[in-house]
């Protein structure tokens, strides 16, 4: 007589189940807070959760991947040419932003973020302080990211964008722009529907190791005398040329002929361009709290 054997069922993979595991926990974690935290349920209570809950399921994607990316590499595999990896400061495989030589035009300029296609910016920069990492606040690696819990990084993460491309590539730690939105959520920065306020910026550098020191004398020649001796600047530029609310931007460079080089994190052609330093301080911020509306970083 014969016997058979029922087959037996396949093992789910420790990275799967992980996986899973993590997902599930979110659920349950927006749930419970959704419940006793939220009530009366209210239709932006309802957005607000659905949102977290997909920012969840992301970063438990993207923690697969890179575990999935790790395990490959300790096996002897190939890593995937898809795989998304922070580069070192230093890497000499991420391009330089190219120049385009022309003059950027103040008075046509806006920061409000434009929702560009879904895009990955892996760029240097030559500073005033030495190769800088680009950051762009709407990249897809967290433009959905909900700073403060509520407001995207793609509309309100100026602050913690500019912040990070200073502390990733002189401060103390590699980070990226959500690790400083978190710092900031966590320590007071966050203004709800207003991004950061100004002593961010002030405040994480010293966290991270660095200083940064107010500008009083903001005056083209003390800001080029800055420029020119190895400082960046981080401005918070006011209603005007570069944004209708507040936008925080870097001056990088002073080129030969007077003209500076900017990092703007909400939008990547306006560093490719060359800008009129006498014409950007005119439009800083009309507020001085926290040393603003310009601090200097030296590295």
């Not at 966050?190 to 550098?205: F, K, M, Q, T, V």
């Not at 500008?215 to 600047?233: K, M, N, Q, Y």
Request: proline residues 4%.
């Amino acid at each position: 007589m014969k016997t058979y054997r029922r087959p037996k069922k396949k093992k789910r993979t420790f990275l799967s189940a992980l996986l899973i595991a993590g997902i599930a926990s979110c659920i349950l974690t927006l749930a419970v807070s959704l419940l006793f935290l939220y009530r009366p349920f209210t239709i932006e209570t309802i957005l607000n959760c659905a949102d977290a809950a997909r920012n969840c399921v992301s970063r438990q994607f993207t923690s697969f991947a890179e575990a999935a990316l790790s395990l490959k590499k300790s096996s002897g595999l190939p890593a995937s040419a898809d795989a998304d990896e922070t580069p070192d400061t230093k890497d000499e495989s991420v391009p330089y932003i190219e120049a385009t030589g022309e003059s950027g035009d103040i008075s046509s300029l806006q920061a409000e973020y434009n929702n560009p296609a879904d895009q990955v910016y892996l760029y240097m920069l030559d500073t005033a302080c030495g190769p800088m990492l680009y950051y762009h606040q709407g990249d897809i690696r967290w433009g959905d990211y909900l700073y403060g819990g509520y407001d995207p990084m793609s509309t309100y993460g100026c602050g913690p964008t500019a912040a990070a491309m200073v502390i990733n590539s002189f401060g103390d730690a590699s980070v990226d722009p959500t690790d400083i939105a978190a710092w900031a959520s966590d320590n007071g920065y966050y203004a709800l529907h207003g991004g950061s306020y100004h002593s961010l910026i002030p405040d994480a550098l010293s966290a991270y190791g660095l200083q940064a020191e107010s500008v009083t004398d903001r005056s083209f020649e003390h800001a080029a005398e800055l420029l020119s001796s190895g400082h960046i600047l981080i401005a918070l530029m006011g209603r005007g040329a570069l944004t209708q609310n507040g936008h925080f931007v870097l001056f990088t460079k002073l080129l030969d002929n007077g003209k500076i080089h900017i990092a703007d994190p909400v939008n990547y052609e306006n560093c490719t361009l060359e800008w009129d330093l006498e014409q950007l301080l005119s439009e800083l911020k009309k507020s001085y709290d926290s040393g603003g509306p310009l601090w200097a970083v030296q590295a």
